[in-house]
């Protein structure tokens, strides 16, 4: 079993929106200060990572960077009281299909796979018509 667990996906038309979440299988695994990082596949194309969010800090403040693909339609955000990561995908387009993961990793956030240490097994985003 992941650690980490996805949830969310579904079909959606083009222009529609999702929201996924991330959470741990562990009780005892402490999300909160690990970066996240949101990955997605689509069919025949390799994972590439979508956009990242930082632990929050002491005042409270989270960073997030995102794919230019994305900006500006995609949100990460933290649920600090629920040890969850949100995903909100707005204007969805056909493109945007794929398996979605998250991914977490002690330290910096990153985009690329090999610096993350605990995966989820994915959600499965359907954007048609």
């Known amino acids: 079993q992941s650690l980490l667990v996805e949830s969310g996906g579904g079909s959606v038309q083009p222009g529609g929106s999702l929201r996924l979440s991330c959470t741990t299988s562990?009780?005892?695994?402490?999300?909160?200060?690990?970066?996240v990082t949101w990955f997605r596949q689509a069919p025949g194309k390799d994972r590439e990572g979508v956009g990242t969010i930082t632990p929050m800090d002491t005042s409270g403040e989270t960073k997030t960077t995102y794919v230019d693909s994305v900006k500006g339609r995609f949100t990460i955000s933290r649920d600090t009281s629920w040890k969850m990561v949100h995903l909100q995908m707005d204007r969805l387009t056909p493109e945007d299909t794929g398996v979605y993961y998250c991914a977490a990793r002690y330290g910096v956030p990153d985009l690329r796979e090999a610096w993350m240490q605990y995966w989820g097994e994915g959600t499965l985003v359907s954007v048609s018509s």
């Open positions: 562990d009780p005892t695994f402490q999300l909160n200060v690990y970066s």
